[in-house]
């Protein structure tokens, strides 16, 4: 599987982006598909998932209420829609997909086989 990641830019705090990542299989509707953002010197983290045939989705506890994540099977396309940023929201976004991902490791980033390139989202204050 392949993942190509879009939709980043420069935004003012308070702003809002929505990220894109387009699939390259067929079979995307069977995977959870999900986000994850690197900030300078900081480690990877888990932003937000989203079940395989658009079941339930998860939330890292800071973008709760402000960020939603959905999919396009049809389309083989993840979003991420990304409201109220602020300073602390920059950095890189990755997409990622996995399979027979347990709920308690949703959030984990040894779950996820397959990762896209990233697209950097920077917020200005």
């Known amino acids: 599987v392949q993942l190509q990641a879009s939709g980043g830019g420069l935004v003012q705090a308070g702003g809002s982006l929505r990220l894109s990542c387009a699939a390259s299989?067929?079979?995307?509707?069977?995977?959870?598909v999900g986000w994850f953002r690197q900030s300078p010197g900081k480690e990877r983290e888990f932003v937000a998932a989203?079940?395989?045939?658009?079941?339930?989705?998860y939330y890292a506890e800071s973008v709760k209420g402000r960020f939603t994540i959905s999919r396009d099977n049809a389309k083989q396309t993840l979003y991420l829609r990304m409201n109220s940023l602020n300073a602390e929201d920059t950095a890189v976004y990755y997409c990622?997909?996995?399979?027979?991902?347990?709920?308690?490791?949703?959030?984990?980033?040894?779950?996820?086989?397959?990762w896209g390139q990233g697209t950097q989202v920077t917020v200005s204050s």
């Open positions: 990622a997909a996995a399979q027979g991902v347990i709920i308690t490791s949703i959030g984990s980033q040894a779950s996820y086989g397959y």
């Open positions: 299989t067929h079979t995307f509707s069977s995977y959870t």
């Open positions: 989203i079940r395989r045939n658009g079941g339930a989705a």
